[in-house]
């Protein structure tokens, strides 16, 4: 019997000695209930996820996977390094990994499946059941996301959670914005799937006694046809659930109306910027900043909490643009925003880019973590602009800007359950930025 041990490893805080840590999950991961699905019964499977959990490095094991998000790579490659020392078999996934699997494999790690793993891992098992040993690299991209096991939800329910559980939709994203993990792995491919599988996924997460779902998906209106017969399944098991699109939703009033009545309350929208040659420099001409005033209101108005992501950093930035960023979250009271530097990650078009144009201040990735700026800008110092990002940040997530952002606005009255959890997300943020951390969904 293979006794396999999936990792999701946390980050360090900005000392670079301490573990961030956290008493709860609120937004739990898919890939390992999912995986443990298509792992043969006869496996003793066990899950860790360091953000709640501590690592057992001594623990009875035979294989080791590593699933990063981000900067967590980095511990990664440490928790790696101490399962290889015990003559473990270590493998890593992950959209970092799959960015730079070379780099992985030059630190000692035995294998890495790049990409999606419904093809890679039954080779990858079938591999270490027939041989006892891996390839280096899988990597096979899928076409399809029919017929996917129901994850093993059981796993999930066994870690502090909070009121969600995770359910695939699509994958990928059609647009092709040069900074973007997303595009760098799908390629403007954008895969769903079929919506009698994915409403079996949310009968069971009901079953299991959740009124709540979160929807994975890179861009759920990537297809509007299938998002709006998906959110007429939804509309009568009167359900919350969230998930993240363009705002493109917005241009669709009787789309989003309709998503809205489904039961859909909290959606996450990539912004990047109130400056607009920046954005058209990354590719990301689509997306028209004088609009973003407009589109977020029609959101609001439907009843749907916007949560957002911004950059700072891009070409047309400047620091007089940053302090309107903060005008702008305080204008428009966007509940829950996210900002972070731009950074060209390595594997990126826009790495690639700033490589050749001489743009990289250092090739030292422990610092490409969002936090400070490892670019040259144009029209800011990378000084200034890290000086800038902190000082957007603390304004952001000062109290009162918080509780005007949450519940104080006029719609925290008529839903005061999703405001009060937007107040705990705003405060779960102020403790990382406190700390020095750029704060990630929790």
């Known amino acids: 019997m293979t006794k396999l041990l999936f990792i999701q490893p946390t980050q360090y805080a900005q000392d670079g000695t301490s573990l961030c840590k956290q008493s709860k999950i609120y937004l739990p991961g898919l890939v390992f209930p999912l995986l443990a699905a298509m792992t043969p019964k006869s496996w003793d499977i066990k899950i860790a996820i360091e953000v709640v959990d501590e690592i057992d490095f001594d623990m009875d094991v035979d294989l080791v996977g590593i699933g990063t998000m981000g900067h967590a790579i980095f511990r990664g490659l440490e928790i790696a390094r101490e399962f290889k020392k015990r003559g473990k078999t270590v493998f890593f996934g992950g959209y970092m990994a799959s960015m730079v699997p070379q780099k992985v494999l030059e630190m000692g790690v035995d294998s890495v499946v790049i990409g999606d793993a419904e093809i890679s891992w039954p080779q990858l098992v079938h591999d270490w059941e027939t041989r006892g040993r891996l390839e280096p690299i899988y990597d096979n991209p899928i076409t399809s996301l029919e017929k996917l096991p129901l994850p093993r939800y059981e796993f999930l329910l066994e870690k502090p959670i909070g009121n969600m559980l995770p359910v695939q939709a699509g994958r990928g994203c059609p647009h092709l914005c040069s900074f973007c993990s997303i595009a760098c792995i799908y390629r403007g491919k954008y895969l769903t799937r079929p919506i009698d599988e994915v409403m079996r996924d949310i009968y069971r997460v009901k079953q299991l006694g959740f009124k709540s779902f979160y929807l994975i998906d890179d861009n759920i209106v990537g297809n509007p046809t299938y998002l709006e017969e998906l959110a007429r399944r939804i509309k009568p098991l009167k359900m919350s659930w969230a998930s993240q699109c363009s705002l493109n939703l917005a241009r669709n009033e009787p789309l989003l109306e309709l998503v ?183």
Not at 267 to 283: A, V
Not at 291 to 308: F, Y
Not at 388 to 416: D, G, H, Q
Not at 419 to 435: C, D, E, P, T, V
Request: proline letters at 5%; hydrophobic letters at 35%; aromatic letters at 10%.
């Open 260 to 442: 809205a009545q489904s039961g859909c309350n909290i959606l996450s929208f990539g912004l990047e910027s109130i400056t607009q040659s920046g954005l058209d420099k990354l590719n990301k001409k689509w997306v028209k900043v004088s609009e973003h005033e407009d589109l977020l209101a029609r959101i609001n108005d439907a009843g749907i909490m916007p949560s957002t992501e911004m950059m700072v950093g891009i070409d047309s930035d400047t620091e007089e643009s940053i302090r309107e960023t903060y005008d702008f979250v305080e204008r428009t009271k966007i509940s829950i925003p996210r900002f972070y530097i731009l950074t060209p990650m390595p594997g990126s078009e826009l790495y690639n880019q700033y490589k050749a144009e001489g743009r990289l201040l250092h090739e030292d990735y422990k610092r490409y973590d969002g936090s400070q700026c490892v670019h040259r800008p144009e029209n800011i110092s990378p000084e200034k602009l890290t000086e800038m990002y902190w000082w957007l940040n603390r304004k952001v997530f000062s109290l009162p800007s918080i509780m005007r952002r949450t519940v104080l606005k006029k719609e925290a009255a008529r839903r005061p359950g999703v405001h009060l959890f937007a107040l705990g997300a705003n405060l779960h943020y102020r403790h990382y930025i406190k700390r020095g951390i750029t704060p990630n969904i929790f």
